[in-house]
């Protein structure tokens, strides 16, 4: 699909890539999970599915995590074609580039068996990859929030995107902190972030979406 394609197809486009990319990693992540035996979607993190030894880890690694950030970054790709082109729309955007980069590069990068280090069951201690892989999850999330606030609020002020833009954001870092203070449940709050996340995401690209499509039925 070429960028700068008909209104129509931009439509499509801004709404399906992040749908799609919810549910590439929803489903992926049930699926895997389920074939991963004593795996706790609440105890463990997604990215245990891909650890070192785990049974499907190049599965999850390269046909859900991998391909999920792909259909993100295909759908800011669309989204940096549109007007307008304000700083602060290019910096949400980058921003949630990296977002995505970094989540691809710690699929490529797996953490340690189980995703809690080695001998001592602490995420921060294991092998230099495992550290990079917890270090790069680490930064990503925040990123993700920092780089959705901007955009949210140069929406119209009575869309939905703007008006939660705040709530998520404040919503967004306290999943976060749980992450940490909870460890026994850093898998389930690691979902309640993600899907907090791709929630606006979806949001905004509902909303630019509605935006493009006026413009499509005045096309002959």
Known sequence: MKLNSSPSVQAAALFGFPVLSALWLGIGVAVTGALTPGYSHISQFMSALGASGAPVAAWANYAVFIPAELWLLAFLAV???????SRSRRFSILILAAFAVLLILAAVLPCDAGCRGEASGDPA???SVHLAH???????YPLALIGLLPISLTASRSSLVRRLALPVTASGFCLYACIILFPEAQGLFQRLLEALIYAQIILLGRHEASAAAPIATAQP
């Not at 989204?79 to 082109?85: D, I, K, N, T, V």
């Open 134 to 140: 917890m270090v790069i999850a680490a930064v990503a």
């Open 79 to 85: 989204l940096s074609a549109r007007q307008p082109r």
């Open 125 to 127: 201690a294991g092998s």
